[in-house]
Each structure stands twice: as C-alpha cells, then as structure tokens.
C-alpha cells in the first residue's frame, strides 16, 4: 500500500458536543437548572462541570485537541453539523458511531425526571440534526441509567426515530443496582427484540461529588499522568465483566455490545481470565452458562481502538474478530489531524482481509443497516 493513498476506515468512537442552550430552552426551570454544564476557566485549560446540583473541576481534554488538534484550527464538525462530513471526508473517515459529550455524565444524574427528560430532548436533537443529516453518521441514543421503564420507553421510541444504538455509562448510578443485576433484564430483552446495539463508552463512571472535586485524578505523583490516562480503560473492560458473568448475554444471543475508545486486546485476554474463572471455580459460579465466555465475548462484544497495533494483532493472531477503529474525533485521545497517518501506520503492512475487517468488516456486522464504504475507497 502506498503511503500516498488514501485509507478509509469507520469510526465506532466519535463524538458530537450538545448546543449550550439545548436543555435551557425545551425543559421547565426546574429541570433546566440542573442539567450538565460546563464552564470553561479563563486559560481554556480546566473546566467546572456541572450535574444535577453538583460540581467537579477537570482538566480539558477535548477543547486542547479542538484547539491545537489540527495545525491550531479547530475541528468544525464537532459543533457545526454542516461541516461535519467534509471533516470526515477530509480524514478518511466514512461511517461512524457518534457518541454525546456532556451526555456522558449521565450517570451522575441522581433526578429521575431530569434524567429521563434530557435524554428526551438530545435523542429529539439528535434525530433532527445527525440522523438526518447522512446516514453515515449513527448518533448513540440517550437512555435513563437510573430507571428500567424509563430506559426501555426511550429506547423504542429511539429505536422508532432511527437510531441503532444506545449509549450506556459503564456503571449507573450508584443509587441504583449495577448492571449484572436481575433488575436491568427487562432492558436487554426489549433491546435484543428492538435490535439496538449497546454502546458503553469509557470513563463514563458516576462521579463521586464532593464540591469542587478534581476528577480523572487517581494517581499523583512520579507517572501520573500516563497512570491516570491508562485508568480510563478499565472500566468499558468492567461492563463487559458485568454482561457476560450475569448471563445478561447468554440469555440474549442476539444482543450485542460495543466498548467504545477503550482498545480491543483486552478481549482475548478477558475471555482466558473468564475461561479461568467459570472452569475452576464451578463450584462456586452462578449462575451457570450455555455457552463459554470466550464465545459470548468473541460472538458478542465489539471493541473499538485508535492507536493500538496490538489490536490488529488480536485480529490477526488471536481470532478475536470484533475489533474496530475508532477515531474518537475530535477528541486529543484520537487521531484527528494525523489520521491518514496512523491507518497506514496500522494497516500498510497487514493482509487485506484484517485490514478491511477492522476498518469496515467489524463496523458493518455490528450495524447492518449503516451504509457501506463504495467500492473504490475500501482497499
Ligand atoms: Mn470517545
């Protein structure tokens, strides 16, 4: 493959950021109070985030890559929606799974109605100005994480609306019962029936709020930085966990899993702990499965990466198969700017059906109905 061609892959991590007034202008008061948002300090450099009558400080990952991303220009389809295509064309980026920003706080949401009526009002947004706009571009739905009813009403209305996918915090409130437990059932089934595909996205935790709070801060000290970065991952491998050891997907075959941003060779090597674990702790192992972990994990679970070569090993060498790109546009995490760069940097010297599976193959089984790549810009 010459380095001059252009690589063209799917995306299952990209992200779009909600209108400022989104909540504001549709919601009662009362509600329109509460809802996320953030306030940028003036060095643009951290952010004050506010939830639901709460508040903590962060770092601001997504504004340094919006702002330095790209030879310092900003990424304009993060916002502006009529650009968002010509970005992705000019990237070689054809489909894509589109995930919210400040919906990502969702399980920090502790008000029911609050929950339930900004998720309303985003899918409303999002059906009009995403779905819309090209069917290459698949925005996740906004569920309730603290309600079942409410989450399955919303769910088929979504589903209704076009939507394909719904976006899931690794963990709900902790005000309500985690995902593994019994309560959450109703949910799965009536997603297997609508055919929606869960999206979990990483570093979706609830935030535990004490005012003013920095988060993402795990570690201090000597390798911080990278330490607290590398954190992130786990908890999209935890949700996994949650779904294949509860038998939440063993009693739904047909309902599939995507771990968005968080790499893919996790997989394989979760499936051999799992194995482990189901195999020799029998005694203690309830409830028990139809089929293995490795086969609910490599049948079932869909990961996406941006950067990692070890993850089109996993492909290549270990037969875990759902492994997908993802650019997390335009996020400083993802590859906007140098995207051509890492897609050859990745697939240049790997055969082309492992090339295609990743960049497409994956992306496709996972969403049937999304449109496929042409012809002429899949080699
Ligand atoms: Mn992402």
Request: glycine fraction near 8%.
């Amino acid at each position: 493959m010459s380095t001059s061609t252009m690589l063209w892959a799917n995306s299952g991590d990209s992200h779009f950021i909600e209108p400022a007034d989104l909540w504001s202008k549709e919601l009662p008061k009362s509600l329109a109070d509460l809802v996320p948002r953030s306030v940028k300090d003036e060095d643009g450099l951290w952010e004050t985030v506010y939830v639901d009558g709460q508040s903590f400080r962060r770092r601001l990952p997504s504004s340094a890559a919006i702002e330095f991303g790209k030879g310092g220009s900003k990424a304009p389809g993060f916002s502006d929606f009529s650009k968002r295509l010509p970005d992705q064309d000019e990237e070689g980026v054809w489909a894509e799974l589109v995930f919210p920003s400040l919906g990502m706080w969702a399980a920090s949401f502790k008000t029911r109605e609050l929950l339930k009526e900004t998720a309303r009002v985003t899918n409303d947004f999002s059906a009009s100005e995403i779905i819309a706009l090209s069917p290459r571009l698949l925005p996740t739905a906004q569920v309730s994480t603290l309600d079942v009813n409410d989450a399955i009403e919303e769910m088929q209305r979504c589903a209704g609306l076009g939507f394909k996918s719904v976006f899931l915090t690794v963990s709900p409130h902790p005000m309500q019962q985690d995902w593994q437990h019994e309560y959450w059932e109703p949910l799965w089934s009536a997603m297997e029936e609508a055919k929606m595909v869960i999206a979990f996205h990483i570093g979706t935790e609830p935030i535990d709020m004490a005012a003013g709070e920095v988060i993402g801060v795990t570690y201090r000290g000597p390798g911080g930085a990278v330490m607290n970065y590398t954190e992130t991952t786990f908890s999209g491998q935890r949700a996994v966990m949650k779904m294949v050891a509860s038998g939440a997907l063993d009693r739904h075959p047909d309902l599939k899993v995507m771990v968005s941003e968080g790499g893919a060779t996790w997989a394989p090597f979760l499936a051999d702990r799992m194995e482990e674990g189901y195999r020799q702790h029998h005694m203690a192992v309830r409830p028990k499965l139809n089929r293995s972990p490795r086969e609910i994990i490599y049948s079932q679970v869909y990961a996406s990466f941006q950067h990692d070569p070890t993850a089109v090993a996993a492909v290549r060498y270990m037969g875990y198969n759902n492994a997908m790109w993802g650019s997390d546009y335009p996020h400083m995490e993802g590859t906007y700017g140098h995207t051509q760069k890492t897609l050859h940097e990745l697939f240049d010297d790997v055969p082309q059906d492992v090339s295609e599976r990743i960049r497409f193959g994956a992306f496709e089984e996972l969403f049937p109905s999304a449109p496929k790549a042409p012809a002429e810009i899949r080699h």
